[in-house]
């Protein structure tokens, strides 16, 4: 009977040799390094990182590049006037380096928001690969330079929105009782407004305010303060069940405060899920930015994928070229943030996975 | 408690959320800055100042910012008003929409919009719920063929494309295919609304954008819960026994799916019905979503505090809907 036992439980244990392979690699790694094997396995997951890397690069570059042609400019290193908008260096986006010749930088392409009278509607050339607008502005340049502008308020709203749900949610998870209460009261009335509306009906009466930032500023404001709630009911339920469990009992008997309790403990073991919220979120936040510029809720003096595509969006039948670059941007931007969201969540909480 | 008394429920619940939702909106309104009354007016020109403080008077005293004797009102007599007149259906005067220098009454506009909406709403609604369930049932019950991965990354592209664009896009392709564009005209919305074909015509467009819309949000749904569930004891079961796969997918699989299929898409709603102010506004379809997008751009306080009252209310009606077919759906559940 023994040997019988014996062999089957040998036979239960038994993995094949790719299984083995891979425990034997996961050996002592770490969370973060199973995580990051996970994503390098799917291949959609690895696109999309791709993409918002390349993105992220690209709003980099292109910020760093106008604010040093901006300090070129008004530093009146370059020859021309700073203040005559047809001068050669408001024009272009030029590099220069100390011993360069000021008359003769390297010229990289058009400044985005100067405009060529004699170069509008022209579809996509070699000389200008995404066309020119009706303003005789190069579309390349406008897409280039609107990355960071497009991105940044996705990240900066995104942001803010998941701090003030992480702080919310903590508390009203944390200590329950009439906190908690009110905040699901609360969170009960901003659900049942529709977001895209409710945004516009407080753009509209906050148009006047001037805080520095310009319209976008105040439009991230109200973006966070109606838009915790999500977050804030996920790391609610998230403490809700972490704080029963033994090692917070454990801590506690050891004589913790409840801060230590919840940044050193609680927080943590809710990583995932908010690594998964701000991935999945900036999408949404990018997108939601793009609707309220396109229907014309945008500051239009932004440099923005979103604004562009506004300004152009009556054009589409005859110069495709002009709202369809805009667009197609903000296409792969959400499709990139989605893609490794969906990929995170499999990475991190493999339960899910379908 | 009955169904009939979990209903009443229900409803009375409503109350104090529309409670929220209109102090919310009155508060927006009220810490705004600039003056109502100056939006109001406008570019209203006036010779004398006294010209000018007579108009301004009469307006406040019109829009209950300043009673009879001159005094401003309390800010929660203005909301206690505005709740009366609320319940009376009196949504006040639209300052954009006038009819022989008159404002038109706001629930006028919206008793003869809301039919546009709604049609719009419930036919694309009912067609993404259907080719939603088709979608999701065939990419699940073939997990990794050649149609579930390009049905999933079909879903996935149309999940991030802007809806508005992609209502544009639509636009485009019946534009260079039949020369049709689909923005709406006057023709579409002859009465008899329901006998004109034009009207038919013109809600082609913007039912499928939105049936689009609302389709790759709910399919992606349907395919993971339905793969969640076939993955149970008692699916094995019910094919171990016999069953003709049709049968365990829709009797075993799909009934048992539906629950969570139906919270989630309850809870969506606000969503869908941002993607019709968004697809409306692109079609020119003369629904709600136009109304109020209309009333924003040109800054139609009243416009826009009706309109933000109806949509929440909608929206939890259409919630309290899908909470009683919870019931219908699952008898275990208790109300």
Redesign the interface.
Known sequence: MATIDKKVEKEEFLLDEKTLREIETMKGAGQWSIVWRRIKKDK?GMLGLYIVLFLIMMALVSWILLLVDDWLTNANLLLGDPNNPASLNNLYIELWYPGMDTSNPIVLFQHPRYQFADQSTLPPSWEHPFGTDRLGQDMLSRVFFGASVSLALGFIGQMTTVIIGTVLGSIAGFYGGIVDNVLQ??I??L????????M???I??????KIPGGKYAVVIVFFSLIGWGGTALIIRSNFFSLKEQDFVEAERALGASDMRIIFRHILPNSLAPLIIIITLGI?NVI?TF??LA????GDPNAISWGDD?NKW?NN??DY?WM?MFP?LF??FT??GF??LGDSLRDALDPRLK? | MSLKGYIVKRVIYIV??ML??TL??FT??NV???DPVLVRLGLLKCETPECYNTAYNKEAIQMGLLNNEMYTVPWFERYVDFVNDLLHFDLGRSWYNTQAGLGIPISQLISERAVYTITLNILSFIFSLLLATAIGVVSATRQNSIWDRSLTVAM??G???????LA?LL??LS?SLFNF?GVANKDAFKTPLFLNPNFYKYLILPTLALTLGGLVFMARLV??QL??ILRQDYVTTAKAKGLDNRAVVYKHAFRNGLLPIVTIIG?SL??L??GS??VE?VFGWPGLGTL??EG??F?DYPL?MA??TI??LL??IA?LLTDITYVFIDPRIKY
């Open positions: 959609m009261r609360v009960e009335i659900y049942s407004m529709p977001g895209f509306i409710l516009i009906f407080i509209v009466l906050f148009e006047d305010v999408a997108f793009a609707a396109f229907f014309g809720f595509l969006q589409l039948l495709p709202p667009a903000i296409f959400v499709l989605n893609l379908d | 104090p959320v929220g939702i919310l909106n927006l309104i705004s800055p600039g996935l592209l999940y991030s494309m802007p809806l508005f664009w544009k636009m485009l534009y564009t395919r993971s793969l969640e809870n606000p969503g019905l941002s102010v968004m506004s109020f997008l924003a751009l800054r826009m309109t933000n949509f929440p929206f939890l919630r």
